[in-house]
């Protein structure tokens, strides 16, 4: 059976760091693409990074306003441990949201983390 954890999340100041975990389980990670998306307080969920299934290419969402958080947030993998990261640093009050693992695969089989709740605080 398919599993994503997300861990990591929590309540930061402006400025601060936080860095997001997601373990998968249960499917062949190394064949899936994955992604984090967040959804903010009445949005609806948006993707905020996404990496290859081989980790050679990444890839950033449009942020809010138009603001993209690459140059803040990185997203990375370690096939070895089935693990995703999210780091992400100049934690802004706007990307206060619960934030989601997503893994895809080529024959569209989807799978979705329960998600952790970032909350930053101005």
């Known amino acids: 059976q398919a599993q994503l954890v997300e861990s990591g999340g929590g309540l930061v100041e402006a400025g601060g760091s936080l860095r997001l975990s997601c373990a998968a389980s249960?499917?062949?990670?190394?064949?899936?693409?994955m992604s984090w998306y967040r959804q903010r307080p009445g949005k609806e969920r948006e993707l905020v990074a996404g990496?290859?299934?081989?980790?050679?290419?990444?890839?950033?969402?449009?942020?809010v306003n138009g603001e993209g958080v690459k140059g803040r947030f990185t997203i990375s993998r370690d096939n070895a441990l089935n693990m995703v990261y999210l780091q992400m640093n100049n934690l802004k009050p706007e990307d206060t949201a619960v934030y989601y693992c997503r893994a895809d695969s080529e024959d569209t089989r989807t799978y979705w983390g329960q998600g952790t709740q970032v909350t930053v605080s101005s």
């Open positions: 249960g499917f062949p990670f190394s064949y899936y693409a």
């Open positions: 990496i290859s299934s081989s980790g050679g290419s990444t890839y950033y969402g449009e942020g």
